[in-house]
């Protein structure tokens, strides 16, 4: 039987920083359950390091360093934001009974185009537009967002999409009236130039809704086969294609 040997782990420092997230990303990015932290295995690979770190790992302060990694995410996501103008992209969908909203911002950072998650949220209620509005509209105040900053909204072409887009403009043009850079016009501007400026000013701040090409063809594809001369066509194709991929029939 070997005797136990001691391993030096280096001369380099350890960066306890670096350390921190890659336990948070082992947990969240990876999909590691919480249960390896219990693992015997697992702490015989990671204690010469979180001792030389001073971190102390366990099942309870492991959800803490997630939410605090999170709210870090969340406020480096926010400064990029800040007076930036972005596009949103929306998109919700229901799965084992649960209903989920994804809100993804999309803008150029350094030349290059970058996609942010905002947020996945559940929809406890039926997903009218109205409703949808609402849950965008409470996940754009979490990173003090302002309407005016959205230059689209890319959703599929689902009437409660379309109408969550249509009520999210209302919105902003309700807010543009109200806001301070809409002067008093003076006493010498007449009132045609005075709708001219009020309407650039709307057109500015109007939201454009960009409807997925990829669910439009989705559509087109559908509408196409479910046309009864297009199903019998393609009966007959398969019939074909079934004729020939039997070894008995391709032999003949």
């Given amino acids: 039987m070997q005797k ?8 380099k420092p350890i960066n306890k920083r670096n350390i921190e997230t890659a336990i948070v990303e082992l947990f969240t990015k990876g999909g590691r359950p919480f249960t390896m932290i219990d693992d015997k295995a697992f702490k015989v690979l ?3 390091v979180l001792d030389a770190a001073n ?33 949103l992209k929306i998109d919700a969908a229901t799965r084992h009974g649960y209903g989920l909203l ?26 009218t537009g109205a409703y949808l509005k609402s849950v ?10 302002e309407m005016k900053q959205i230059l689209t909204i890319t959703t599929d072409n689902g009437a409660n999409m379309l109408k969550a887009v249509s009520d999210l403009n209302a919105k902003c043009n309700a807010l543009m009236m109200e806001s301070d850079f809409l002067e008093t016009p003076s006493v010498d501007t007449s009132i045609d130039e005075t709708l001219q400026s009020l309407r ?37 194709i398969r019939s074909v294609v079934i004729k020939l991929r039997t070894p008995s029939s391709s032999l003949r």
């Fill in 4 to 11: 136990d040997q001691c391993v030096v782990l280096g001369s």
């Fill in 200 to 236: 650039a000013r709307l057109d500015a701040d109007t939201i454009t809704n960009v409807r997925c090409g990829a669910h439009t063809l989705q559509l087109v594809a559908s509408n196409v086969f479910s046309q009864q001369e297009i199903k019998r066509k393609l009966g007959k």
């Fill in 102 to 127: 994804g809100v993804n911002a999309q803008f150029i950072k350094d030349g290059e185009v970058v996609i942010r998650t905002l947020a996945i949220k559940e929809l406890k209620s039926g997903h």
């Fill in 55 to 87: 971190i102390k790992l366990n099942r309870h302060n492991i959800a803490d360093r997630i939410s605090a990694y999170l709210f870090d995410v969340k406020e480096n996501i926010k400064v990029e934001l800040k007076r930036k103008r972005f596009s």
């Fill in 46 to 48: 990671v204690a010469p």
């Fill in 136 to 145: 965008v509209t409470e996940v754009l105040n979490d990173y003090a967002v």
